[in-house]
T-cell receptor
């Protein structure tokens, strides 16, 4: 069964304290791995798509990397406005259907 | 460029009632997916519509049904509401030739 597990569930950082969020996955035929940011009561905001092991994507203080079994979201020198829940999702199988399988998310709090 | 829009924002219903949620996709997108997100959990895939047909379905009962219109907008219908149907319902749109899904702000459904 396709599965996505994120760790830790919650993370508290001081402003400027860099860290990484982990997303482990078990899927048959990975077509893509996606990172989203979600603020309380709002819809997820798309951040990155990764397709193959070794691929990296960057956006401001965020960098996402992918291996054959997991992905990391690295946050460099975070600011309080980076506080949110970060969701990881995978798309698997053949064809062009689009079901996303999500992890439970990591809630990040950055204190000034 | 308007993003994904959903209506209503909030909805309160009682057990046994029926509800209809609406979604307009991002300009240029032709595929709509619906997700249910319980508090503190990642979104769960309900179904996906393309060319006015349900293309893929998650593990949700037949009480959950949908429709896609010629202008690509979509509706999610839930019959015989249960307390456990209380959640944030998210609509995501995409293009059939791209994997990325973009989410709307969601509809918060409360069943009393």
């Amino acid at each position: 069964e396709d599965q996505v597990t994120q760790s830790p569930e919650a993370l508290r950082l001081q402003e400027g304290e860099s860290s990484s969020l982990n997303c482990s996955y078990t899927v048959s035929g990975l077509r893509g791995l996606f990172w989203y940011r979600q603020d309380p009561g709002k819809g997820p905001e798309f951040l990155f798509t990764l397709y193959s092991a070794g691929e990296e994507k960057e956006k401001e203080r965020l960098k996402a990397t992918l291996t054959k079994k997991e992905s990391f979201l690295h946050i460099t020198a975070p600011k309080p406005e980076d506080s949110a829940t970060y969701l990881c999702a995978v798309q698997a199988g053949t064809g062009n259907t689009g079901k996303l399988i999500f992890g439970q998310g990591t809630t990040l709090q950055v204190k000034p | 460029d308007a993003g994904v829009t959903q209506s209503p924002t909030h909805l309160i219903k009682t057990r046994g009632q029926q509800v209809t949620l609406r979604c307009s996709p991002k300009s240029g997108h032709d595929t709509v997916s619906w997700y249910q997100q319980a508090l503190g959990q990642g979104p769960q895939f309900i179904f996906q519509y393309y060319e006015e047909e349900e293309r893929q379905r998650g593990n949700f009962p037949d009480r959950f049904s949908g429709h896609q219109f010629p202008n690509y907008s979509s509706e999610l219908n839930v019959n015989a509401l249960l307390l456990g149907d209380s959640a944030l319902y998210l609509c995501a749109s995409s293009s059939v030739d791209r994997n990325e899904q973009f989410f709307g702000p969601g509809t918060r459904l409360t069943v009393l």
